[in-house]
């Protein structure tokens, strides 16, 4: 394996999703390297149709908002599983939300407004990636939260509104809260995605 290949591969063994976090010191530069990691995705016609918001300062204040919503929407134990959740999250002390721009991600050149979402989707998600594999560069800890899809929790509007973002225009698609590893480093688990590989040796033989 080449160095840079080497490089990369170790990125991703390293990069997990952690729950429960403890404050992290964050290192000056990584407000710009994520920045750039978000200049570097691909994305078709280069729309970008990203809006990445991160919170430190705001942090502590974000998550109450969160946790407001969880103790006034949810119920018994579900309500209690995710307050619990958001506890472990929020010591972090950053969070990055990610937001799809509908501007950004209309269809254009004739495509359908299906293959359009499906190429901004693709987008959303090597964005993510992205952001992800650049924080554990950084020795950090993060994880991919979905909760917006969480029924009658509301978290969408919690963080459109929280950014000030209108919701005709924006929708929310995961955050990542952020900070140094209070638990203890998850196994790999097994790969059951397909991958195969023809060589040219292999192809001349057909």
């Known amino acids: ?117 499906d190429q901004a989707s693709q987008s959303l998600g090597m964005v993510q990636l992205a952001l992800w594999l650049t924080i554990t560069a950084h020795g950090l800890s993060a994880s991919l939260q979905h909760w917006h899809a969480i029924v009658g929790a509301g978290i969408e509007d919690v963080a459109l509104d929280f950014v000030g973002l209108p919701s005709d225009g924006y929708r929310l698609v995961s955050f990542m809260p952020v900070g140094e590893r209070a638990e203890p480093l998850p196994p790999r688990e097994e790969a059951v995605g397909q991958f195969s590989a023809e060589t040219a040796a292999s192809a001349s033989k057909r």
Do not use: C
């Open 1 to 117: 394996m080449t160095p840079p290949a080497a490089a990369i591969a170790t990125l991703f063994d390293l990069r997990r999703s952690t729950r429960k976090l403890d404050p992290a010191t964050f290192p000056p530069a990584l407000i710009a390297d994520l920045a750039a990691a978000t200049h570097s995705v691909p994305s078709a016609f280069n729309a970008q149709p990203w809006h990445v918001v991160v919170l430190q300062g705001r942090n502590a204040a974000f998550w109450d908002r969160i946790e407001e919503a969880f103790a006034a929407r949810l119920v018994g134990d579900r309500r209690a599983r995710y307050l619990a959740r958001a506890a472990g999250m929020r010591r972090g002390g950053m969070t990055l939300l990610i937001f799809e721009d509908f501007a950004r991600a209309a269809p254009r050149d004739g495509l359908t407004d299906a293959e359009a979402r």
